[in-house]
């Protein structure tokens, strides 16, 4: 009985790690510092924007507050590059 408690137990958290490990904070500094080097060698045109658009709203879902989080990671990241 305890070996199926923690075969449970590993199963579940090898779900939550693959399906759950976004992290909106890495993925919005990373966005905005790609971002940021697109601009300034001036590869940053309609269709690389809508790519940028769709990979956003992946990084963070529908949970406002994880897309609060990514915007805010996103700005910081992007200003530091633009300075």
């Known amino acids: 009985m305890k ?3 923690i075969l449970m137990a590993v199963v ?4 939550l790690v693959g399906c759950g490990g976004k992290d909106p904070k890495a993925d919005g500094e990373k966005a905005g510092k790609e971002v940021c080097e697109k601009m300034k060698s ?3 045109d309609t269709l690389a924007a809508q790519k940028f658009m769709t990979d956003a ?4 879902g529908d949970d406002p507050a994880d897309a609060q ?15």
């Open 12 to 15: 579940f958290t090898a779900v």
């Open 57 to 60: 709203q992946k990084s963070f």
């Open 69 to 83: 989080i990514w915007l805010e990671a996103y700005m910081a990241a992007s200003k530091d590059c633009m300075k």
């Open 3 to 5: 070996i199926k408690q």
């Open 42 to 44: 001036g590869e940053f």
